[in-house]
């Protein structure tokens, strides 16, 4: 951050520039504390509690990544797979095991999507020849058919939600359900005065690029090919946001300070 010229010529007042900066940075931990210790964001927006549209009926639940039963964290580990395996090419392996901590960790919060099945057991898994394990869960309360991976983090001394992952099966595509799932997000993130919603797509995964330019979202400043287009030729992804004040759009999306 480069320093104001009355600073320099007035030394006697960088002490109270620290002092803000100080309080700010606080002010913005205590936003992300804030949002963090929130048990249950889905609670806040009861419009979003169901989604029933274009032949597909769903209900959404919260989670959190160190709370995952067994099923629940095979299955998203298991449908990450299936969908991301090949647009992530030959860097998946080290991808995935990433991912797999990430997905775990405490700070991992949850929208779980999950298909109405009339109190009969149901099959929550896709078949083996799409890559996928087959693992068989009681669905009393319904079976998962996608999620929502988010976190609440700092970004360019800013707080943001950040979408870590936005997964459905193949059947609960092209339903509208994805703009649905980026909506409650973005509600989620302005609730909890975060800057911006910010995520990574792979190159690779053109129909997710398009979607979310749809969705309005632009490159941020901070990916890599507005970094640096030499660096960027040589990256494998994209970071999209979409900023919800003047201060996050100068540093995310302008890129200025």
Known sequence: MLTPAWLISCPARRPALHSMILERKKAIDELIRKAVAVKDHLVQFPAFHKFQRNGLSVYLESGRGDQLTLPTRKYIQNLLKVNMEKPYGPE??????????????????????KQYSNGFTTECSVNQDAGMERTHAPCNEGCLVGFVHYRFVLEEELPVAYVY?????????????GKFLMQLIEQIACKNQMGAVMLTVQKANTQAMAFYTKLRYAISSTSPSRVDPQIGLEKSYEILCKTFDSEAKSKLEDGEW
């Open 92 to 113: 998946w392996p080290s991808e995935e095991k990433v991912k797999r901590q990430e997905m775990v960790a405490p700070e991992a919060r949850y929208i779980f999507v």
């Open 165 to 177: 992952e936005l997964q459905m099966e193949p059947s609960a595509q092209g339903k509208g359900l």
